[in-house]
């Protein structure tokens, strides 16, 4: 385990969730929020560049996941393109491939297109509200790729959504 940034990425994460949860419950203001993220994306982006991907087997589970949580929240689309260049090229026992699926359609959002795998959402009146989606009617065949459930059958939604 790479315990020189382990500690951090899992303390940025907390720190986060945190400021997330604040802001959504009118505690600290957008540009606060705003701050606490470019700052944690400085240091990931930093980590990244000097370590590369947190791995499960190398860094744990919950290091990977920080990591990955962090890019995902941090808005800055190269950062995530870089990430998600550098995730594939690992297999199952260190990445979850999975993730390629969100790293992937929030990049397409975020730059106005359609997703791919179907990841993003919004909850508005306790109904989902996908993103477009590129080719839907074959989107599950590209979600099976991925090891995902079919968009329809989804037990678990995934936790990123769009902004």
Avoid: W
């Avoid at 941090?74 to 491939?97: C, N, P, R, T």
């Avoid at 919004?122 to 993103?131: E, G, L, N, P, R």
């Amino acid at each position: 385990m790479r315990q020189d940034f382990t500690d951090q990425l899992l303390a940025m994460l907390t720190n986060d969730q945190a400021a997330s949860k604040e802001f959504s419950k009118g505690k600290i203001s957008k540009s606060d929020l705003i701050k606490i993220v470019d700052a944690h994306t400085k240091i990931v982006a930093t980590i990244f560049g000097e370590s590369g991907i947190a791995q499960k087997d190398l860094d744990g589970e919950n290091t990977y996941k920080a990591m990955l949580a962090l890019v995902l929240h941090s808005g800055d689309v190269e950062l995530m393109q870089s990430y998600l260049d550098a995730h594939e090229k690992f297999g199952e026992g260190s990445i979850d491939i999975s993730d390629r699926a969100v790293v992937t359609d929030k990049i397409c959002v975020m730059l106005g297109k359609s997703q791919i795998y179907g990841t993003q959402y919004k909850i508005k009146d306790q109904s989902i509200i996908f993103a477009p989606i590129e080719d839907e009617k074959n989107v599950d065949s590209r979600r099976a790729d991925l090891g995902l459930d079919p968009i329809g059958h989804s037990q678990k939604l995934p936790r990123e959504t769009t902004d």
